[in-house]
């Protein structure tokens, strides 16, 4: 009897020890050992951090000249709108934001001085007719060497003042879109229409019905949409680099998430004395000028290289210290993702991707959801 329990105690120890030299599952040491180096992932974790797998992306990678600037207009395309006589907002014809046709009445202005220059107008009508009788008059009588050149000079001579008079106050009251034939015919009026000079959005308007307004006051501005541009500043030091043709990407302040194209359309070979820097145009795609705000602030980059190469998205690395590091699914089981930790050397960035430059085509990368996972 004592023979069997010393066998059996014998049997249950070997039993213990074949045990522990096995993994669970049945893995050998080794391949346990092996699998400790990763950081195991559960599919649930891989759920709740709303994960992603994907192989790094081959794509583009520009890289230029950072610049700051605004949404501004081609030249013909504001207009700044005021007065050529002082006078009062009779009426208001348009509001703030209408889109209005070049020509169209934005208000009604009165104004004294209008009567003066009718009144001028209609006596240099008067003026005039008599003075170009008097002139051929006394140029046919010179002709003939009837009259003396003294007497002929000083009718030419008043006769040319009043036609310049004439002339002045017809284009004057042509500016403010009057009927000379009217006026002409004695129909005098004390007001005029303020009109639009463009096509476009009002995007200022400092009228009310009795305001007073003086003359080159600034009381209405006028954007054509069609015409936006980027207005960029770059720094002296980089002048070398900027061509005009350059491509440009660019994003408006309030639209962080969105990127847009344009080109470089011309650079001022001056230095703006009061930021020390270079002022550059750039076009906007005609498609893309309706989504913009005359004056919006800009964040671009000049583009001056461009390469191909394996990017990941700038939320599949992580940081440490000066390290930047990224995450290889390297297996995965039932329940399980096994991680290796990977060192990124690192290179250019463009539009949310990283340059991985030690990134293989075929590996499977976290690409999201990676700022909670271990990186020591």
């Known amino acids: 009897m004592k023979r069997i329990i010393i066998k059996s105690a014998l049997f249950t120890s070997l039993t213990l020890t074949v045990l522990a030299c096995s993994s669970p599952g049945g893995q050998s040491n080794e391949e346990a050992g092996n699998q400790s180096e990763f950081i195991q992932l559960t599919k649930q974790q891989y759920a709740m951090e709303k994960m992603e797998i994907a192989a790094p992306t081959q794509m583009l990678f520009k890289s230029g000249i950072s610049a700051n600037g605004y949404i501004c207009a081609q030249p013909n395309g504001v207009a700044q709108i005021n007065t050529i006589l002082p006078g009062r907002v009779e009426a208001v014809y348009v509001t703030l934001g209408q889109k209005v046709r070049k020509g169209e009445k934005l208000a009604l202005i009165s104004s004294a001085q209008l009567i003066d220059w009718q009144q001028q107008y209609l006596r240099a009508i008067a003026l005039k007719k008599k003075l170009t009788a008097d002139y051929n ?4 009588l010179y002709g003939y060497n009837i ?16 036609v310049a008079d004439y002339n002045a106050l017809s284009l004057q009251l042509q500016r403010l879109n009057l009927d000379l034939e009217s006026i002409g015919a004695g129909n005098i009026v004390d007001s005029y229409f303020l009109t639009s000079p463009i096509e476009g959005e009002l995007t200022q308007l400092n009228l009310m019905i009795g305001d007073g307004i003086e003359v080159q006051e600034n009381i209405a501005e006028v954007v054509d949409a069609k015409s936006l541009q980027l207005s960029l500043s ?3 030091r980089d002048m070398p680099l900027v061509k005009t043709g350059s491509p440009v990407v660019f994003q408006v302040v309030n639209r962080d998430n969105e990127m847009f194209t344009g080109q470089l359309t011309a650079v001022a070979r001056r230095v703006q004395e009061h930021s020390k820097a ?41 940081k440490q210290e000066d390290d930047s590091y ?28 990283v340059e991985v430059q030690n990134a293989l085509p075929n590996e499977q990368v976290i690409t999201s959801g990676v700022y909670n996972l271990q990186v020591d």
């Open 137 to 140: 008059r006394s140029k046919a």
């Open 147 to 162: 009259g003396s050149e003294k007497e002929f000079l000083m009718v030419e001579s008043e006769y040319r003042l009043v």
């Open 234 to 236: 770059v720094y002296e």
């Open 278 to 318: 270079i002022e550059c145009r750039a076009s906007i795609k005609p498609e893309d000028m309706q989504e913009f705000v005359y004056k919006s602030y800009v964040k671009a980059q000049i583009i001056t290289r461009q390469k191909e190469a394996l990017g990941l998205p700038e939320e599949a690395l992580v």
């Open 326 to 353: 990224y995450f290889v699914v390297k297996k995965q089981e039932s329940q399980l993702y096994f991680l290796e930790k990977k060192k990124a050397i690192v290179g250019d960035s463009y539009n949310g991707f």
